[in-house]
């Protein structure tokens, strides 16, 4: 079955620390997202990409980075420069924009950060 | 810019009775329009979509949402609720326009059906 697979679903983290998330898909999407949910406020996007070796911020990127080497994976890391990380992470994506996509995404079931 | 709005964070229905989740929204241009829903600790499932076409369109779970231009709403609907349907449910809109146009997010409302 085609899907999104996000690890791991759980991780702690000390203060000062950098860890990635890791974001792998076999839907053939070209689009990528991260989007950062927290309690009240939604979700909001960090960072996206619409083709291999290109992407570009979303409304909170400060504090993340990504990389898109291959179509199938899209990993955030976040940095000790992140200044609140603990929060919800969802991975997504989308078939493209320029094939006919009406935007709707397609997620994985997310990662839990806490940091300690 | 666009934005949305889901004005209600919970809303409470007993089982069997009809369910309302309101959203509304605004974009420039014709949106495209969509509700999702999460469970807990999971991620969020597509429910359904406007894009053009019938204002009323009919989506997973026996879930539907009538599209008002005149009102910019999108509200959810399902005549006869289950406990099963108890989640957070997200509205999202997509001014389409030119160029790559993300989806933005309502901040959710929970539904709790009880039994």
């Known amino acids: 079955d085609g899907g999104i697979t996000q690890s791991p679903k759980y991780l702690f983290r000390k203060e000062g620390q950098n860890v990635t998330l890791s974001c792998e898909q076999n839907?053939?999407?070209?689009?990528m997202y991260w989007y950062r949910q927290d309690p009240g406020q939604g979700l909001r996007l960090i960072y996206y990409s619409q083709i291999v070796n290109d992407f570009q911020k979303g409304d909170i990127a400060e504090g993340y980075s990504v990389s898109r080497e291959k179509k199938e994976s899209f990993p955030l890391t976040v940095t000790s420069a992140q200044k609140n990380p603990t929060a919800f992470y969802l991975c997504?994506?989308?078939?493209?924009?320029?094939?006919?996509?009406?935007?709707?995404?397609?997620f994985g079931e997310g990662s839990r950060l806490t940091v300690l | 810019a666009q934005s949305v709005a889901q004005p209600e964070d919970q809303v409470n229905v007993a089982e069997g009775n009809p369910l309302t989740v309101k959203c509304t929204y605004s974009?420039?241009?014709?949106?495209?329009l969509f509700w999702y829903v999460q469970y807990p600790n999971r991620g969020l499932q597509f429910l359904l979509k406007y894009i053009t076409g019938d204002n009323l369109v009919k989506g997973s779970y026996g879930f539907e949402a009538e599209f008002n231009k005149s009102q910019t709403s999108f509200h959810l609907k399902k005549p006869s609720a289950l406990v099963s349907d108890s989640a957070l449910y997200f509205c999202?809109?997509?001014?389409?326009?030119?160029?790559?146009?993300?989806?933005?997010f309502g901040t959710g409302t929970r539904l709790l059906v009880s039994p």
């Open positions: 999202a809109v997509r001014d389409p326009g030119t160029g790559f146009q993300k989806l933005v």
């Open positions: 974009v420039s241009g014709n949106p495209y």
């Open positions: 839907l053939n999407h070209d689009a």
């Open positions: 997504a994506s989308s078939i493209a924009p320029d094939r006919g996509d009406t935007g709707e995404l397609f």
